[in-house]
């Protein structure tokens, strides 16, 4: 018995990590395992901490000034440089993730539900809901977006969060809308549809019970992509003196180093964190987004290949027993 314990304690590990694995959607559990969305996440939860804990490690009131400390670049004291008033720049950054994460995915869920809302149900019910659903999306995808958006924001008097939110929101959600529109159009036509409908099941149930869970890596990569989009058209209006200047962010931050011409004065603190935390926010999405891609393209994923390694590895370690009961999960 002693000689078949090793692969009795091997199976009931690979038995636990098949459990483990099934406990999550099999999209997501490709996506944990995807190395580019495993960077991505991490790297996106890392910013996401620093926002989170942002209030105990800022060192002052960003918007305080405090001339006795203007234009000192990076050190101890301050770890991000102040600005020409004072003010310092790594609380600006720290307490800035907030309102820019904050903005970003309020955007992208505003844009996502509508694209899915209207894409999808205009695709399952057809007819004049469906050509008005082209309609409006043939309308936002010839409008250029940035000029509309620069155009919205120079009108508004009040450019809030949630102004901010609203014009990102109700001007980002047409291309995605047409891309879910064309894969719940391949998917209505499925027996688990059409079952649903035999059964005498309301249109809604249809779509969001039966149509929509089986495109939820899909409306998850619009959720992505429409995020980073979201904070970098976010940021490029308030570096643009398009949004609310009182507010703590990273675009109001660069707006105002532009403002003051710190990179001719040779100060380029007030440039360079802002912009390197905006940048890694989007690379960590883009990330993310290749992971989900990879997973929901079988052309792209790498599965079968990471497969065959761990089969090699266990081979090497555990012997043909090990390789049989991984095959067995």
Same mark, same amino acid.
């Given at each position: 018995m002693s000689q078949l314990q090793p692969i009795d304690v091997a199976y009931t590990g690979v038995q636990r990590q098949s459990r483990r694995s099934r406990a999550l959607p099999g999209w997501l559990s490709l996506l944990l395992h995807n190395p580019?969305?495993?960077? =991505?996440?991490?790297? &996106?939860?890392f910013v996401v901490v620093i926002a989170l804990i942002a209030p105990l490690i800022s060192v002052s009131n960003p918007t305080d000034f405090n001339l &006795?400390?203007? !234009?000192q670049a990076p050190s101890w004291h301050h770890l991000f440089g102040t600005t020409d008033q004072g003010s310092d720049i790594f609380s600006q950054v720290v307490l800035g993730a907030r !309102? /820019?994460?904050?903005? =970003?995915?309020?955007?992208?869920? &505003?844009?996502?539900?509508?694209?899915a809302t209207l894409g999808i149900f205009g695709a399952y019910a057809g007819g004049a809901i469906d050509e008005v659903v082209n309609f409006l999306t043939s309308i936002f995808l010839v409008i250029p977006t940035i000029p509309l958006l620069v155009v919205i924001s120079g009108y508004l008097k009040q450019r809030g969060m949630l102004t901010m939110v609203l014009v990102l929101g109700l001007t980002l959600w047409a291309f995605e809308a047409r891309i879910l529109r064309g894969q719940a159009l391949s998917i209505k036509n499925r027996d688990f549809v059409l079952a649903a409908r035999v059964a005498g099941e309301s249109t809604w149930r249809i779509v969001f019970g039966e149509i929509m869970p089986n495109m939820i890596s899909r409306i998850a990569a619009a959720l992505v992509l429409v995020f980073y989009i979201a904070i970098l058209t976010a940021s490029g209006l308030q570096f643009l003196w398009l949004g609310n200047m009182n507010d703590v962010s990273w675009g109001v931050t660069m707006y105002w180093a532009q403002q003051l011409s710190t990179v001719l004065q040779g100060e380029w603190w007030p440039f360079f964190f802002p912009g390197l935390a905006l940048a890694l926010t989007v690379a960590a999405l883009v990330f993310i987004l290749? =992971?989900?891609?990879?997973? /929901?393209?079988? !052309?792209? !994923?790498q599965y079968r290949k990471r497969r065959l390694f761990k089969r090699l590895t266990l081979g090497l370690v555990g012997g043909h027993a090990a390789v049989r009961a991984e095959e067995a999960s």
């Amino acid at each position: 018995m002693s000689q078949l314990q090793p692969i009795d304690v091997a199976y009931t590990g690979v038995q636990r990590q098949s459990r483990r694995s099934r406990a999550l959607p099999g999209w997501l559990s490709l996506l944990l395992h995807n190395p580019k969305a495993v960077f =991505g996440l991490a790297l &996106l939860g890392f910013v996401v901490v620093i926002a989170l804990i942002a209030p105990l490690i800022s060192v002052s009131n960003p918007t305080d000034f405090n001339l &006795l400390a203007a !234009r000192q670049a990076p050190s101890w004291h301050h770890l991000f440089g102040t600005t020409d008033q004072g003010s310092d720049i790594f609380s600006q950054v720290v307490l800035g993730a907030r !309102r /820019s994460l904050i903005l =970003g995915v309020a955007a992208a869920g &505003l844009a996502t539900f509508l694209a899915a809302t209207l894409g999808i149900f205009g695709a399952y019910a057809g007819g004049a809901i469906d050509e008005v659903v082209n309609f409006l999306t043939s309308i936002f995808l010839v409008i250029p977006t940035i000029p509309l958006l620069v155009v919205i924001s120079g009108y508004l008097k009040q450019r809030g969060m949630l102004t901010m939110v609203l014009v990102l929101g109700l001007t980002l959600w047409a291309f995605e809308a047409r891309i879910l529109r064309g894969q719940a159009l391949s998917i209505k036509n499925r027996d688990f549809v059409l079952a649903a409908r035999v059964a005498g099941e309301s249109t809604w149930r249809i779509v969001f019970g039966e149509i929509m869970p089986n495109m939820i890596s899909r409306i998850a990569a619009a959720l992505v992509l429409v995020f980073y989009i979201a904070i970098l058209t976010a940021s490029g209006l308030q570096f643009l003196w398009l949004g609310n200047m009182n507010d703590v962010s990273w675009g109001v931050t660069m707006y105002w180093a532009q403002q003051l011409s710190t990179v001719l004065q040779g100060e380029w603190w007030p440039f360079f964190f802002p912009g390197l935390a905006l940048a890694l926010t989007v690379a960590a999405l883009v990330f993310i987004l290749a =992971g989900i891609d990879e997973v /929901s393209n079988p !052309r792209l !994923r790498q599965y079968r290949k990471r497969r065959l390694f761990k089969r090699l590895t266990l081979g090497l370690v555990g012997g043909h027993a090990a390789v049989r009961a991984e095959e067995a999960s």
